[in-house]
């Protein structure tokens, strides 16, 4: 069964820092794009990272740029989100996704498409 799973969450202070992993079954991730979104309590959701499926280029949300690098192991099963320096607001639950062609930031619209994980919740607090 093709699927994502995510691991990597959990509580942590202002300031911390903590590494998401998303492991892929049945492919790679060689020819898809990933991302990474998160979803706050309210049900906003947003993009934060991004990667393309040369697995190099990258582009960030202006919420996290300088402080979260999406990355991928070289055998290009596993996608990693490291967050560093996190604050209260950074507390949501993180997905990630891949699909063949390029992910949109709306996730709303990217939902219907490609394949995402169950979820794994980050906390930040004192």
């Known amino acids: 069964e093709v699927q994502l799973v995510e691991s990597g969450g959990g509580s942590v202070q202002p300031g911390g820092s903590l590494r998401l992993s998303c492991t892929a079954s049945?492919?790679?991730?060689?020819?898809?794009?990933t991302a990474w979104y998160r979803e706050f309590t309210g049900g906003e959701c947003e993009q934060v990272a991004s990667?393309?499926?040369?697995?190099?280029?990258?582009d960030y949300s202006d919420f996290v740029r300088g402080r979260f690098t999406i990355s991928q192991d070289n055998a290009k099963t596993t996608t990693y989100l490291q967050m560093n320096n996190l604050n209260r607001e950074d507390t949501a639950v993180y997905y990630c996704?891949?699909?063949?062609?390029?992910?949109?930031?709306?996730?709303?619209?990217?939902?219907?498409?490609?394949?995402w994980g169950q979820g794994t919740p980050v906390t930040v607090s004192a």
């Open positions: 996704a891949a699909d063949p062609t390029p992910l949109v930031s709306d996730c709303t619209h990217q939902r219907g498409f490609g394949y």
């Open positions: 990667l393309d499926r040369d697995g190099i280029s990258t």
């Open positions: 049945e492919f790679t991730f060689d020819d898809y794009y």
